[in-house]
């Protein structure tokens, strides 16, 4: 059971931001070994799609783009990710439809 939040830049606590960015970081940059800045200017302008298990844990997150931000014409989503941890249990898959309905 995964509950999902999607709030605005400045509607996260600086405890859901540190939740971001340590699983973006845990999984983009250890993981996937790709060292990029990862604070690229366009998480203020952004919606931040987080989904938490059964007692709190961010386990997927996404970012989601408006129209302009990224592509002139096109909304977007990005910075995919999921925790290790909750791979395979399908969190990924329910991440991306809510990322497209909230689209």
Known sequence: MLTFTCLSFDQLTPHELYAVMALRQEVFVVEQNCPYLDADGKDQDSWHLMGRNASGKLICYTRLLPKGL???????IGRVVSSPSARGTG???MLMQRS???C
């Open 70 to 76: 990224a592509y002139d014409d096109y909304v977007s």
């Open 91 to 93: 969190a990924g898959k």
């Open 100 to 102: 497209i309905d909230m």
